[in-house]
């Protein structure tokens, strides 16, 4: 069983910055990798960025160039840093990953993001 939390979400302005987290409960080299999707309402969920345990990253062409995707393997977190925020951006942001033994998917609860005009 792996738990992840998400936090940093937020009310912003357009143009303006957040920084998502997410914490494992099993250390993220646990996974051939770890990312970050987000599912606005009335629409599916999309994966925004991504990265492996070799730090290979790997992002949405929307979000490309204003997010970065990054990891703190001692605190076992994986961080979205979102800049240039556009109103487009909105929408609950999850943490993912899947059991590299037995390819269970894991989620977090996810963090709301709202970018305001």
């Known amino acids: 069983q792996v738990q992840l939390v998400e936090s940093g979400g937020g009310l912003v302005q357009a143009g303006g910055s957040l920084r998502l987290s997410c914490i494992s409960s099993r250390s993220i080299f646990s996974f051939n990798a770890m990312d970050w999707y987000r599912q606005a309402p009335g629409k599916q969920r999309e994966l925004v960025a991504s990265i492996t345990r070799g730090s290979i990253t790997d992002y949405a062409d929307s979000v490309k160039g204003r997010f970065t995707i990054s990891r703190d393997v001692l605190r076992r977190t994986v961080h979205l840093q979102m800049n240039d925020l556009k109103t487009e951006d909105t929408a609950a942001y999850y943490c993912?990953?899947?059991?590299?033994?037995?390819?269970?998917?894991?989620w977090g609860q996810g963090t709301q993001v709202t970018v305001s005009s």
């Open positions: 993912h990953t899947v059991s590299p033994g037995d390819g269970i998917a894991y």
